[in-house]
């Protein structure tokens, strides 16, 4: 099965920084998205980007997917001392509807 | 609205006795939900995939005799880890879809810190 891979695996920037992580991935997906994760709890969705689109924007986050490079970035601007999370990339295979593998995740600490 | 309940929110047991796992879609009827584990620092990795009315099916290495699996109604699916041993300790979380939506987000639940002693 595929995995997704996230980098850097940790980020330590200071409050109003913007923040970027990348992820990667091995096969053709349908949809990729971005979940956070406070520590010690569930995850909660961010952000989708289907296979056809290259950039999607909420807020302070921009997500942009390069499906050529099997890769895709998530940006928060002008980050926050909440912003502190983990940050997971989570792919949907064609034929798997619904059925995601989520990458290794990036801890971003904002200090404050 | 689409809220997932997950209970307990953790959990202590002994070696050899079995914990049982709730998870709810409070707010939508859940035909599907995804019972995931996580181990600290480390991603989430999909253990089985609950259907409603019919057997869960199982990813590869996870044990079904292991981690027993029911949906008998369209808001609730149970996780039973039998004979737990310590090395089952770890983080539990459940997720659902909204059924008829296609490219939905998972909607989680808070997740179970299991710690077997």
């Known amino acids: 099965s595929q995995q997704g891979e996230e980098d850097p695996q940790a980020l330590s920037i200071q409050e109003g920084e913007n923040a970027t992580m990348n992820c990667s991935y091995k096969?053709?997906?349908?949809?990729l998205q971005w979940y956070r994760q406070n520590s010690g709890r569930g995850l909660v969705h961010l952000i989708l980007?289907?296979?056809?689109?290259r950039e999607k924007h909420s807020g302070r986050l921009r997500v942009t997917l390069d499906t050529s490079k099997k890769s895709s970035s998530l940006l928060i601007t002008a980050s926050r001392a909440a912003d502190t999370a983990s940050y997971f990339c989570?792919?949907?295979?064609?034929?798997?509807?619904?059925?995601?593998?989520f990458g290794q995740g990036t801890r971003l600490t904002i200090n404050p | 609205g689409a809220v997932v309940s997950q209970h307990p929110s953790w959990v202590i047991c002994k070696s050899g006795t079995s914990v049982k796992i709730e998870c709810r879609s409070l707010?939508?009827?859940?035909?599907?939900m995804f019972w995931y584990r996580q181990f600290p620092k480390q991603s989430l990795m999909l253990m089985a995939t609950?259907?409603?009315?019919?057997?869960?099916?199982?990813e590869q290495g996870v044990e079904k005799d292991k981690f027993l699996i029911n949906h008998a109604s369209l808001t609730l699916s149970t996780l039973t880890v039998t004979s737990a041993h310590p090395e089952d300790s770890s983080f539990y979380i459940c997720?659902?879809?909204?059924?008829?939506?296609?490219?939905?987000?998972?909607?989680f639940g808070n997740g179970t810190r299991l710690t077997v002693t």
């Open positions: 989570a792919t949907n295979r064609i034929q798997g509807a619904q059925k995601l593998v």
């Open positions: 609950s259907n409603e009315g019919s057997k869960a099916t199982y």
């Open positions: 096969t053709s997906i349908n949809n």
């Open positions: 707010d939508f009827q859940a035909t599907t």
């Open positions: 997720s659902a879809v909204i059924p008829g939506q296609n490219n939905s987000p998972l909607h």
């Open positions: 980007i289907r296979s056809n689109e």
